[in-house]
């Protein structure tokens, strides 16, 4: 049986063979996307990359690949990013790096999006992954309440919680904080989606809906192709 890092790889690699000389390539956040981004590296192809994460940029650097900021190149023609659960019709959770706000905006910025996880990722239901909601740090415990109120409606009883490290809060790379909400199942996202980006001091959250063109998971014996 193959290991998560395996099928981590595998997909990475099987992404890296989309790509062509000459696009501009959205780079995603996490263990899988860098197994992307060393594949991507090691073709030598000439492509400029936007990061969505310093982490990302910092180790596409390292590799000698170009990197641009978003809105510094023309359209990128192909993200690649992995996600913390995908369920049906390919929509996501993301966020677990704290990367969702510049991921969402490179992805939708992105002509094409490909997702790409170990299998352990693809779900019936998305929620049983805390969903990560970003906010601003000014009033946070304030918008949490809110946030809760929003969940409540959903009727998914639980107070998000702030997501720390080494006794302090995560900072986004945006100076943002990160609440996660252990929704347990995510019967309509896309209501919720729409309900949780309504909250003021909300900057977004970690539901890509209608984002990915298509999956590549890592599995026993090969990478499965998913498309929405
Ligand atoms: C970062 C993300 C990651 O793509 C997600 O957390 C999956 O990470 P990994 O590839 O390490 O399992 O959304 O914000």
Redesign the pocket.
Known sequence: MSSADDQ?RAAGEAAAALVETGMVVGL??????AWFVRALAARGLNVTCVATSQATADLASSFGLAIAELGETRAIDLTV????EIGPGLSLI???????LR?KLVWEASGRCVVI?DAAKQVKTLGKFPLPIEVVAFGHKTTALRICDVLSEFDIAMMPRLRVTDGGPVRTDGGNLIYDAACGRIEEPAALAAALKSVTGVVDH?LFLDLADLALIGADGGVMTLEP
């Open positions: 981590k995603g956040t996490g263990s899988t996307a990013d992995g996600a913390d993301k966020g677990g790096g704290a990367a969702l991921e996880a970690g």
